[in-house]
């Protein structure tokens, strides 16, 4: 069973060995020490900017919501989704926000 996350203490932004540029209205990475390229549509990519510095799950959802026209399920669903995948594959790393008491 898939252990729930609760975003509300989850950071996400990038990993720093990540080599990117642009092309066309895609975004292009290198993992230098994998040896492996990903491309990111135009959406993707604004993920990617906006995940320059760290953002919770709610933060980056909200920025999104304001720039494109997309429902908010919609929205939540596919963030959710590319971030899990992003995680994944070690272009992002998450960080624990702790609680203030």
Same mark, same amino acid.
């Given at each position: 069973? &898939?252990?729930?996350?609760? &975003?509300?203490?989850?950071?996400?932004?990038?990993?720093?060995?990540?080599?990117?540029?642009?092309?066309?209205?895609?975004?292009?990475?290198?993992?230098?020490?994998?040896?492996?390229?990903?491309?990111?549509?135009?959406?993707?990519?604004?993920?990617?900017?906006?995940?320059?510095?760290?953002?919770?799950?709610?933060?980056? $959802?909200?920025?999104?919501?304001?720039?494109?026209?997309?429902?908010?399920?919609? $929205? &939540?669903?596919?963030?959710?989704?590319?971030?899990?995948?992003?995680?994944?594959?070690?272009?992002? &790393?998450?960080?624990?926000?702790?609680?203030?008491?």
């Amino acid at each position: 069973m &898939r252990k729930k996350i609760n &975003r509300l203490m989850i950071r996400y932004t990038r990993i720093e060995d990540i080599i990117s540029g642009s092309l066309h209205d895609d975004l292009v990475m290198m993992d230098i020490d994998k040896g492996k390229y990903f491309a990111l549509n135009p959406v993707a990519t604004r993920i990617w900017e906006l995940l320059e510095k760290e953002l919770s799950f709610d933060e980056l $959802c909200k920025l999104l919501l304001e720039e494109y026209e997309v429902e908010e399920e919609q $929205c &939540r669903r596919e963030v959710e989704e590319y971030l899990e995948e992003m995680v994944k594959m070690k272009l992002l &790393r998450t960080v624990e926000q702790r609680n203030k008491e």
